[in-house]
């Protein structure tokens, strides 16, 4: 069993820890200035950290906040109902200027000369609506309106912006219509161009997408875009994630799917939030759902071997979860807030999710069905090291079931809770592990 240690003393750790101390109110954001200064966005205000959320006072109220960003200058910025606020101070003072919607001000980024862009959108009783994108030259300038293009589609949902400086627009299409979805700009927002989403329907969909809603856009350190929607191809539903190129983006050729958690009906997978990119190389996102669905996801790997994390993060009053939000600060440390959850997480950006015993190896066994059903029989197949003892861990390397399997076939029932796990077997000159996936 000594061959196990290095995987049970990192199984101690959870994924994510939480704050010294959390104001009970419901959080919208979370950011980081002067490196170390932790601010999180609550409904009617921002709180302050000076101590890594050791201790949190309130610096701002207001009648609503719904995003944080803090600009390359230092300014924190905060997203309200037809204003923006704004503290060139670390919070000890704040200004405000409005911004022509009554609408949320969702998100706010800026390009590599400083200016700004915040995008407006949320719900009445018609329906999901918005008045579009808004441009500033920096922090406490004028907010004017930049929808050349968009017509009627200005009910925003994301934003982001490559290292060419285009602009990446999301907006709903609560019809379908197709003339949603995605937008980009070369020219800061004057004019938005619409671009088709096309992928290689491998004969199950219709090759052209036509997007409701999106969850996620973001831009990776590789210069990929990552797209995450719901839509209608055909004449039946999709849920994809997609990611292309930036210097593709207005080309012909077909955008990549990628899965979280490989389902028979492919385009329907669980669509990720936005992206964050740690310093260290882990992307971390989010998708909602129940206590089971819904949580954090992480990869190292890109687009592939993305892992859920649904332990240590608190329940919800309605039963469930929505996005998170992420921030890290100078020492590598990420912070991270649940929407309109009360708790502050965090952890440390190099600190290894799932430690694998030394010795281990790629399996030669399968195993199957792979994704399985909770609590279905679970079947392995091909050759092991030896005969020898099973353990099943969860993505955050905790330990859940010592099988102690030695004949054959080899069967075990699928672990209660979705997510992915690592099966992996004792053998006296290597370990070896396989990847399961239960739903």
């Known amino acids: 069993m000594l061959l196990w240690l290095p995987?049970?003393?990192?199984?101690?750790?959870?994924?994510?820890?939480?704050?010294?101390?959390?104001?009970?109110?419901?959080?919208?954001?979370?950011?980081?200035?002067?490196?170390?200064?932790?601010?999180?966005?609550?409904?009617?205000?921002?709180?302050?950290?000076?101590?890594?959320?050791?201790?949190?006072?309130?610096?701002?109220?207001?009648?609503?906040?719904?995003?944080?960003?803090?600009?390359?200058?230092?300014?924190?910025?905060?997203?309200?109902?037809?204003?923006?606020?704004?503290?060139?101070?670390?919070?000890?003072?704040?200004?405000?200027?409005?911004?022509?919607?009554?609408?949320?001000?969702?998100?706010?980024i800026e390009n590599k000369e400083g200016a700004l862009f915040a995008i407006t959108g949320g719900y009445d009783d018609t329906g999901y609506k918005g008045d579009g994108v808004f441009h500033a030259p920096g922090p406490g300038g004028d907010w004017e309106q930049r929808n050349g293009g968009l017509g009627s589609y200005t009910g925003s949902e994301k934003i982001a912006i490559d290292s060419n400086g285009r602009l990446y627009l999301a907006v709903h299409d609560h019809f379908v219509t197709g003339n949603g979805g995605l937008f980009i700009s070369e020219d800061n927002g004057l004019h938005w161009?619409?671009?088709?989403?096309?992928?290689?329907?491998?004969?199950?969909v219709e090759d052209r997408m036509k997007i409701e809603f999106t969850t996620g856009l973001s831009i990776s350190p590789g210069d990929s875009v990552y797209l995450s929607f719901q839509g209608i191809a055909g004449k039946g539903m999709v849920r994809l994630n997609l990611k292309k190129h930036i210097g593709d983006v207005k080309g012909s050729g077909n955008w990549s799917v990628f899965t979280l958690m490989e389902p028979e009906q492919w385009w329907l997978d669980r669509t990720l939030y936005n992206i964050f990119f740690s310093g260290d190389g882990l992307w971390y996102s989010s998708t909602s759902g129940s206590l089971h669905t819904g949580g954090t996801w992480y990869t190292r790997d890109g687009s592939s071997g993305w892992e859920q994390v649904t332990q240590n993060?608190?329940?919800?009053?309605?039963?469930?979860?929505?996005?998170?939000?992420?921030?890290?600060?100078?020492k590598g440390r990420i912070f991270m807030v649940q929407f309109m959850g009360e708790r502050v997480?965090?952890?440390?950006?190099?600190?290894?999710?799932?430690?694998?015993?030394?010795?281990?190896?790629?399996?030669?066994?399968?195993?199957?069905?792979?994704?399985?059903?909770?609590?279905?029989?679970?079947?392995?197949?091909?050759?092991?090291?030896?005969?020898?003892?099973?353990?099943?861990?969860?993505?955050?390397?905790?330990?859940?079931?010592?099988?102690?399997?030695?004949?054959?076939?080899?069967?075990?029932?699928a672990p209660g809770e979705p997510g992915m796990y690592y099966l992996l077997t004792a053998g006296r000159e290597k370990n070896s592990v396989i990847k399961l996936v239960v739903l």
């Open 313 to 330: 993060l608190g329940y919800y009053p309605q039963g469930g979860r929505d996005p998170q939000y992420y921030t890290e600060d100078a």
């Open 193 to 204: 161009e619409h671009v088709a989403i096309n992928i290689d329907g491998k004969n199950d």
């Open 7 to 108: 995987l049970i003393e990192t199984a101690g750790q959870q994924f994510w820890e939480l704050t010294g101390e959390f104001p009970g109110e419901p959080k919208i954001g979370i950011a980081i200035a002067a490196d170390s200064i932790l601010f999180a966005g609550l409904t009617d205000g921002i709180i302050r950290s000076p101590d890594d959320g050791g201790s949190f006072q309130t610096v701002l109220k207001a009648s609503a906040v719904h995003s944080m960003y803090v600009s390359g200058s230092g300014v924190i910025l905060a997203g309200g109902t037809g204003r923006i606020y704004s503290s060139a101070d670390l919070g000890s003072s704040w200004d405000s200027v409005p911004v022509s919607s009554a609408y949320p001000v969702l998100q706010i």
């Open 345 to 413: 997480f965090t952890r440390t950006a190099y600190q290894s999710p799932v430690a694998l015993p030394p010795g281990t190896s790629p399996a030669t066994m399968t195993v199957y069905p792979n994704p399985a059903m909770r609590g279905q029989s679970v079947s392995l197949a091909g050759s092991r090291p030896e005969a020898g003892p099973f353990f099943l861990f969860d993505g955050t390397g905790r330990k859940v079931a010592d099988l102690s399997v030695f004949g054959e076939p080899v069967q075990f029932p």
